[in-house]
């Protein structure tokens, strides 16, 4: 039983906030010619696609697990809750 009123629960994290977030990562991918696109598909939940360009480096690229762990870590630090992520790879398309 509560005596006061309940604290109000905190707002989802924005699409800026999670493009912020993962700012990063983006960033390291686009070295090598990579573009992260960003879909939300849940409040706690986003596909990941990376993209690759005309000189893309695909010897550079980590193994999906990395790079699901990096975002999590990244999506984790704006809101602590679980984060569903999936990626997918060009070799996906």
């Known amino acids: ?3 006061g009123p309940e604290a109000p629960a905190a707002a989802d994290p924005t ?3 999670v493009a912020a977030a ?3 990562l983006a960033n ?9 696109d960003i879909t939300r598909t849940g ?7 990376v993209v ?3 000189a893309a480096c ?6 999906r697990d990395i790079t699901r762990r990096m975002a999590e870590q990244r999506l984790t630090a704006i809101r602590r809750a679980p984060w569903e992520v999936d990626v997918r790879y060009p070799a996906d398309a």
């Open 43 to 49: 409040p706690y939940a986003v596909t990941l696609a």
């Open 22 to 24: 993962l700012a990063p």
């Open 28 to 36: 390291g991918l686009a070295a090598d010619d990579y573009r992260l």
């Open 58 to 63: 695909a010897d550079c690229l980590v193994p």
């Open 1 to 3: 039983m509560t005596t």
């Open 15 to 17: 699409d800026d906030a």
């Open 52 to 54: 690759a360009g005309p």
